[in-house]
């Protein structure tokens, strides 16, 4: 594969040309993944605390990680700007329909975006109710797919260490499984986690997705990203994940990556941009073109490429694949990438027989 170019940095962001809609995405955070410009507007106009001077310029440099540092500093931008929104249901169907036409932008044909509904809640605003969030999150969806033709549905993400919200995810999960929730996942900084000494996946973290499992409810997890293997080996043998949020880490124990490729069959939901900010993956290591992402092309695995949190990244869908260009990944990696999404989605098998039958479509391939 060619050499590192550069790290990209909004490399079409005023690109005029839209991809076709051929595109599936598994693993962006709606709660990340909001635009600049309206969050700064909503902080604006509600009088609240902005960073720097106050000027927009100053927002985006708060919220924008540029260098490769660690998931906790990557984290710590959401706290500058989760509060445009929190509490208010109308910025929330906002945003989420502005999300919608940022995928049509970026050719995505189907998208499962997740976001914990509880972070998303104001003490201010106690009437405001997780379950309110979901419902308004899936009405923005349903009117984003009517104004731009592509299909969106929601994963509902617990958090580690904030075991308070689990059930209460998972019920929404199960009230919401045929109006447009599709699965449930968990999230956390594995790394500081660990660091403090506790478990990144707690025994009842593990029973909510034993449940989760016999209540039919599908199962992604974020594992192995600033994590060890370890994590994604109990995802996948203890909490049924059927796909693993990141899972760079599982390099780490070659049988585990074996297993994980020819028994236990998982789709690993990539992110290149963000695997570099976060501190998962050596920026050293990428631009020697030794990033896991190139050993799982190589090797034929299950995998798909997303954003993660373009609020932060300031890298839409259209920059990862600039990305993944400039190591060396073609269109036919592209067209993989995008059947293997297609095919581990969470839809129902109609659905997804359908999003599949449209691919191929599109991409000109026979049965």
């Not at 970026?106 to 419902?135: Q, W």
């Not at 992402?293 to 932060?312: H, R």
């Not at 293997?340 to 997804?352: G, I, Q, T």
């Amino acid at each position: 594969m060619s050499s590192f170019i550069s790290f990209p940095k909004s490399v079409i962001k005023n690109h005029q040309v839209k991809p076709p809609l051929s595109r599936v995405e598994l693993h962006v955070h709606l709660d990340g993944s909001m635009r600049r410009e309206t969050l700064f507007e909503l902080l604006k106009t509600k009088k609240l605390p902005c960073p720097g001077d106050g000027s927009y310029q100053a927002f985006a440099r708060a919220v924008e990680v540029t260098e490769p540092k660690d998931l906790q500093r990557f984290l710590s931008a959401f706290g500058v700007f989760m509060p445009a929104v929190q509490g208010d249901l109308d910025a929330i169907k906002r945003i989420t329909v502005e999300f919608c036409e940022d995928a049509f932008n970026n050719g995505i044909l189907y998208v499962e975006a997740r976001f914990c509904p509880h972070l998303m809640l104001s003490d201010k605003i106690p009437e405001v109710t997780a379950k309110n969030v979901v419902e308004v999150v899936l009405a923005g969806f349903k009117e984003g797919e009517d104004k731009f033709g592509l299909k969106a549905r929601a994963i509902l993400c617990c958090i580690s260490g904030l075991p308070q919200f689990s059930q209460d995810i998972l019920d929404l999960c199960k009230e919401f499984r045929n109006d447009g929730v599709v699965g449930i996942d968990i999230a956390g900084n594995e790394g500081a986690i660990s660091e403090n000494g506790s478990e990144v996946f707690t025994a009842f973290d593990k029973s909510i997705f034993e449940e989760a499992k016999k209540l039919g409810i599908n199962r992604t997890v974020h594992a192995g990203e600033d994590g060890p293997s370890d994590n994604v080996k109990i995802a996948v043998e203890e909490m049924f994940a059927q796909r693993i949020g990141h899972g760079y880490r599982v390099m780490q124990d070659q049988e585990l990556y074996r297993k994980c490729r020819h028994e236990y069959q998982i789709h690993f939901e990539t992110c290149p941009t963000s695997s570099i900010l976060t501190g998962s993956v050596e920026l050293s290591q990428a631009a020697l073109i030794k990033h896991p992402i190139v050993q799982f092309a190589q090797d034929n695995v299950n995998f798909s490429i997303n954003t993660d949190d373009t609020t932060v990244t300031d890298s839409p869908l259209e920059n990862e694949y600039q990305l993944l260009r400039s190591w060396g990944f073609n269109e036919v990696h592209f067209t993989r990438a995008a059947f293997n999404a297609a095919k581990s989605c969470f839809l129902p098998p109609d659905e997804k027989k359908e999003l599949i039958k449209k691919l191929k479509i599109i991409h000109g391939c026979d049965d």
